[in-house]
Structure formats: C-alpha cells, structure tokens
C-alpha cells in the first residue's frame, strides 16, 4: 500500500520514500529460484495423500512462500541472508552400483561410462582431470584392515606414492594431506584419503561392504584440479557422504 511508504513532512506535506535497496534484489532472487527450480527440481520421492501434490511441489512452494516473506520484511533475519540460506544445499542424483551400493553426484555431471563394477563422470566439461569414479570387485577380504591394512595413515601414505598424473596412464608422487577412518560416522568399513600433487587434488573413499553374500572392495575417486580444489572440496565431501550400501552392514566402528 502507498501509504505504507509515506513519510508526514513538515507543513503537511508529504515525500515519497524510496524502496529500501535490498527488497528489489531479493525479489529477484526468489524469481530466479522459480526459475531455476523449473528447469531442475528437486529429486525427491513424492509421499502423500492420492490427489495431494508431490512433495517435491509442496516444498517448492512452501521455500517459494517463505522466501517472499523474507523479502518483504516479515522476518526477523536481513532478507537477502534469509533469501539466500534459504535455498542452499545440495540437489544431487543417485546412482547405483547394481547390487552394492549407491552413491550421488551433482546433476550437472556427466555419466561418460557405465561397466561391470564401473561408474565414471566428468564433472567440470572444459577440465579434462575432473573425473568421478565408482568402482566394485568381489573380494575374499573381511575387512579393509585385511585388504589395505589396519592404519588408515600408512595405507594413506603407502597410496601417495603413486597417484594419477595429469597425462592418461601416468602417475605422479603426491602429498597425504588427510587419512580418515569412517569419516561420515555411519559404523561402516570406510578409508577416506585426501591427496594433492601439483597439479591434482584428489579425495579417495574406500569401503568394504557385504552384499549378496559376498565381499565388495569398493571406492569412489573425486579429482579435479588443484587450483579448483577451494571451490569443491565442499561439494567433494558431500558426494563421499552419500555412499550407501543395498543391504544393512555390520557396524564397524562399534566392534573395532
């Protein structure tokens, strides 16, 4: 309303008050995230009553209603941090390992090679080193202390040694920078190692998993290259975090 934005003036007049600056980039916001989120939406399972809306559509406009109110004032927050944080997370596509385990990437990478045991992507299409892999292989190992040895640090180190280099099928020495034992604290049989060389940085997630009565040495490769490793480490330790196996496991943290 016009009034709403009147000021009394001395003498009875009245002055127009401009828009406060941070309405109109919020406003633009919420329609970019309309926009957005109509060529893309959210991957999520659809639950509900017959006849309701998918779920995916309920949160769409509950985050679309919520967002306005944001950018009109009605919350307590500035409206363009409440806008903004509003939206963020990961919006990430599930992929499976027949029979193993699954494992999520950004919609925005590519699937370039599916096999037995093997899933490759491309991520970043103008960097030919940011390549994903998923890889599975039936093992007689029970554990990855009896596959790659018990302390995550030396089969961190072990591994550095030889790492890929930027040329296909060469490798080249690189720094451990972190060795971690079940670093999504899921109980499960898990390795992550961080690697950089100079001119790789890399994350590496083993995991040692039961399906189908059978043992499955398992790992994900995240590389891309160093100097873009600020910009994805976030998003790369999110991936690992999606690993899940098919069948429930032992927890292995508790017994270890």
Known sequence: RM???RQKMPGGRQQMRPLRPWLSVAVLAVLFYVSKHEAAPCYTQATGSP??????????RRGLAIGVAAATGLGGESPAMAIFGLFEGPNLLAYTMPGVFNVSMPPDYVLKKQAPGLLAWQGDRIQPVEVMTAKSKAVEFASLA????ANATEVGQRMAKVRP???????VEATLVEALVDPAEKGLDTYQFEFVSDFIHELKLYALLKAEGQNYL??????????????????????????????AQPNRTSTA
């Open 3 to 5: 009034a709403a934005f």
């Open 51 to 60: 006849g309701s809306p998918p779920a995916e559509e309920l949160l769409s």
């Open 146 to 149: 009896e596959a790659l040895g």
């Open 165 to 171: 280099s930027v040329r296909v099928n060469t490798t």
């Open 218 to 247: 398992c790992s994900v490769n995240l590389r891309t290259p160093a100097l873009l490793w600020e910009d994805r480490q976030e998003k790369f330790r999110g991936i690992m975090a999606t690993l899940t196996p098919l069948e």
